[in-house]
């Protein structure tokens, strides 16, 4: 499982497809009767496209979702139909005869994006769209005014639907009033849409319970390990491990200014291991001063600014045997997974991940594809 | 010069390779008599290292310096000898011999590393290294004792050097004394290996004066269009451009919440357009709730917090001509760069540079290869 990772990759990304694949089949339990999709947009959350859509798909998934054309063309190039691929955005313009000619099904946003479908949804190859509902989320999807001149017209009927969608903005908080109201409309309009697929929830609003599932849910972050409980523990499996090689170890006087701006003062002498790994991996430079890393388990503080290449930590307490050049720190790891660096950096989970960067060793587990 | 997107774009990065060369030329100009260098590390900043070092390479630039010895092996996959590549980071262990099979010059940032380096420096294909030497960073390099130790054992003497460096903490701030601190310890020190080059300024460095030139200067983020004197008027050509593609225009009533967490409230009516930009594609999140976007040179600001494929912006008071699907809004352009861009999102641009996505369309101009 897996395979070292060659002496000179300065950090190195571990990637357990198979820690994604059992996040799926719990979600899709939890979620049973309803069908469970996957949300692969964004290269995967960052943790590649094509080794984690390869692996749901072996897991069991038969519909993916992701955000834009060049992405749904780019997955069907890996999944032959009948593997349904749905894309959120839906045709830019000029981009509808497009779908047909990958096989690929849009969501339409709008009246606009459902008068450019309309010209081309008999051609050859064109799959049923999915209607995307506005139910208060105030980014994609028909307003509900729109929907309802879109019903008075008709024209709900005037073509075959594969799904009927909308999305909830607050499902990362339980106790939000949001989340009833979204579903209340949601429940409402599709009643318009009957003989189709409904689908609501993402990876949050799976656990606002089984009347947030109907038909269909898409999870996306729970798949890579985000939680989707905010305040609970996390049922999901940790899926990335991020670890970078100590490039130096310095031992530095009391009194010595650490980094960039001169911004750390050592309030005592002290021993510093400088990994490679940095903002210009993707490593968020708002990392720093919150942030941490282990070594052999034991916590190490980020020390002055990360910076492009490199990140200092504080090994004082560390035994020099496991802090030396070429030993690993552990940046993200079961017990400090990307929830938690994410709250050290002020951003979410989400974009820790979407964040992972190029220049990682990226080693891959758990499926044999 | 350049070429239209193709309609499926959803954002497009610009990428004006013309302006690198002539930042690079400005900037060896200012530095003359020393040499300049370009840094190419991450991927030349986030902006792609094959096409940025051709036309640095064509503008006339010889030695170019990365972070890792991947990198430098990438690079002169791109670049025969004698273009110059010299590797910030040094050999990690196990590593040393690999910097004579691809002709890179190491970085050697402490005795380790130079204990590595001797047993493979007569080798066949292996080229000087660099000493670099800590004059106040604490970052990597040798320590003042550990270079005391090295002269009085008569080291520095043992193999021929390429180039005797050090770098600056605070050279983006010129009134900080930690500059000419860190000047005055590594002109005494220079003393030492007085047949060698030497380099001390990066980009900021250029800008404190002729005396932290030296023989070398290694501008890098200045190359790519960020401000080397923070505070001053930018003398740097602009490089980076982005635009997204409005996805959905829609009509919002006063009162209605906008995006994940309800997060935005409407004071009044107004008009949205959502583009086809997010974190997922390295636009920070953090750009919620202070960046801004234009169109047609309008200044059109965030609604709510930005999502991972997906951004929205308050149209209103655009001509709806303009703000329409299909049509671009401009993140990054002349009046609004990476370093306005940075402090809208609470970093520097530096960071904005490197965390450019990659499912922008890419368009480089103004250099033929």
Not at 22 to 37: G, I
Not at 188 to 198: E, K, L, Q
Request: a neutral charge; aromatic letters at 8%; proline letters at 7%.
């Amino acid at each position: 499982m897996g395979s070292e990772p060659p002496v000179r990759a300065g950090a190195v990304l571990d990637i357990d497809l198979g820690a994604i694949a059992e996040n799926w089949r719990s979600l899709a339990a939890l979620a049973a009767p309803a069908e469970c999709a996957a949300v692969v947009k964004a290269d995967a959350y960052g943790l590649g496209m094509e080794p984690v859509s390869k692996a749901l798909a072996q897991a069991g998934c038969r519909i993916f979702f992701v955000a834009s054309l060049d992405e749904g063309i780019a997955l069907r190039r890996l999944h032959p139909q009948p593997i349904e691929i749905a894309v959120f955005n839906g045709p830019l313009p000029g981009t509808a005869r497009e779908f047909p000619a990958f096989g690929l099904s849009p969501v339409l946003n709008d009246p606009g994006q459902f008068e450019d479908w309309a010209l081309v949804a008999s051609s050859k190859g064109a799959l049923p769209a999915l209607f995307h509902l506005d139910t208060g989320m105030a980014r994609l999807g028909f307003s509900l005014r729109e929907f309802d001149a879109f019903i008075a017209r008709g024209l709900s009927n005037s073509m075959p639907w594969r799904g009927f969608i909308s999305h909830l903005a607050c499902a990362d908080d339980p106790g939000h009033p949001q989340n009833d109201e979204q579903k209340q409309r949601f429940t409402a309009a599709r009643a318009r849409f009957p003989a189709c697929t409904a689908s609501l929830a993402a990876s949050c609003g799976i656990f606002l319970g089984r009347d947030y599932h109907f038909d269909l849910v898409r999870p996306g972050a729970a798949l890579y390990g985000v939680n989707p409980q905010s305040g609970n523990s996390n049922p999901m499996r940790p899926v990335a491990r991020l670890k970078a090689r100590i490039v130096q170890v310095r031992e530095v006087d009391r009194g010595a200014r650490v980094g960039y701006g001169a911004a750390h003062l050592m309030a005592r002498p002290g021993r510093l291991a400088i990994a490679a790994v940095g903002y210009g991996d993707g490593w968020p430079r708002s990392m720093s001063p919150r942030g941490c890393a282990r070594i052999g388990g034991k916590r190490v503080p980020v020390i002055g600014r990360i910076s492009m290449d490199l990140s200092t930590f504080d090994v004082s307490a560390v035994d020099p045997s496991l802090a030396r050049p070429g030993a690993f720190i552990d940046l993200l790891d079961e017990e400090y997974g990307v929830d938690r660096a994410a709250a050290d950096a002020g951003t979410i989970g989400y974009e820790i991940l979407t964040a992972l960067g190029r220049r990682y060793h990226r080693i891959y587990r758990g499926f044999e594809g």
